[in-house]
């Protein structure tokens, strides 16, 4: 299982952009997928997850301003960030609970993708 994120950069205060997350490979069922940031030293903070079902949850500090979904038949995640802070500067890394095949066994548990940097700065 792969999970592949794109869409970070570099961006102005209260400015908008969108993270993308794919999740390719022998998955079988998506339960929820996420992203979390990871600042040096920290350790990762959820940002946002949804369930398969369209279940969402959000950090405090993104409430109101990030809005996560899911497209379940491309097995992909957005993140849409509004009203972007310096303070929202971080790598932003994808995260998928799920269910694959491996050889002739069926695995649960979660996935990690690598991270794509957002920097907010004027």
């Known amino acids: 299982v792969q999970l592949q994120a794109s869409g970070g950069g570099l961006v102005q205060p209260g400015e908008s952009l969108r993270l993308s997350c794919a999740a390719s490979g022998s998955i079988l069922d998506i339960h929820s997928m996420g992203w979390y940031r990871q600042d040096p030293g920290k350790p990762r903070v959820m940002v946002a997850k949804?369930?398969?079902?369209?279940?969402?949850d959000y950090g405090a500090s993104v409430k109101g301003r990030f809005t996560i979904s899911i497209d379940n038949a491309k097995n992909t995640v957005y993140l849409q960030m509004a009203n972007l802070r310096p303070d929202d500067t971080a790598a932003y890394l994808c995260?998928?609970?799920?269910?694959?095949?491996?050889?002739?066994?069926?695995?649960?548990?979660?996935?990690w993708g690598q991270g794509t940097e957002l920097t907010v700065s004027s």
């Open positions: 995260f998928a609970d799920l269910t694959y095949k491996h050889g002739p066994h069926r695995v649960t548990g979660g996935s």
């Open positions: 949804i369930s398969s079902g369209g279940a969402t």
